[in-house]
Nanobody
């Protein structure tokens, strides 16, 4: 079993910054990728950013240039630095991890965190 614990959400004024963290723990053989997703009220969950084990990143167009995803492989932790926040960034942010476990080396499993609220006021 793998657990993801997110932290760092909160309320901020437009133009401000927040940094989210996602710590993975449990029976991990290899943590292949981290992803951050978000879901605003009344909307579907959407991809924000991903980072693979080798460090390659991918961003949604709406956050490119403002958000930065990073990871600390030694700590099995991912971060999302969010700058120049706007009210449109208000959502629950979820961490996702693509994991290989020791008992199933040919399979990749996806795990989700519980979500952390980010609220940006104008």
């Amino acid at each position: 079993q793998v657990q993801l614990v997110e932290s760092g959400g909160g309320s901020v004024r437009a133009g401000g910054s927040l940094r989210l963290s996602c710590a993975a723990s449990g029976n991990i053989f290899r943590l292949n990728a981290f992803g951050w997703y978000r879901q605003a009220p009344g909307k579907e969950r959407e991809l924000v950013a991903t980072i693979r084990n080798a460090g390659s990143t991918n961003y949604a167009g709406s956050v490119k240039g403002r958000f930065t995803i990073s990871r600390d492989n030694a700590k099995n932790t991912a971060y999302l630095q969010m700058n120049s926040l706007t009210p449109e960034d208000t959502a629950v942010y979820y961490c996702n991890a693509e994991v290989t476990v020791p008992t199933a080396l040919s399979t990749m499993f996806n795990y989700w965190g519980q979500g952390t609220q980010v609220t940006v006021s104008s």
